[in-house]
């Protein structure tokens, strides 16, 4: 009954909607499977810069991502270093001092 009130000129736009639709949908399942990093989940193999000697704790302040966090280093870290993340634990992160290729590639995972 359609066909005859809109024409054979109906059937490729509707059969063009489908394959959109069809596609839109392929997109979505797919955007859905991905795994979204976020929070701390996200931190580690970043690139920070130390903003405040270690205390008599062995806590530096670290710059990452523009929010500074506590952070511990095996060797001693003073201010003005680039670091990576290699942990995060709560509100504490596990550092090393960055590699000179990470710092000048400008490198962040």
Known sequence: MLLVYFGTQSLWALGLLGLIL?????????????????????????????????????RARVSVRGEIWQARSQPPLHPGQTVRVLQAHDLLLLVEPARDADVLSGESS
Request: hydrophobic letters at 45%.
């Open 22 to 58: 069809i596609l839109a949908a392929v997109i979505a399942i797919q955007a859905h499977r991905h795994r979204t990093l976020g929070g701390n989940e996200e931190l580690p193999g970043m690139l920070g810069e130390v903003v405040e000697a270690p205390d008599a704790r062995g």
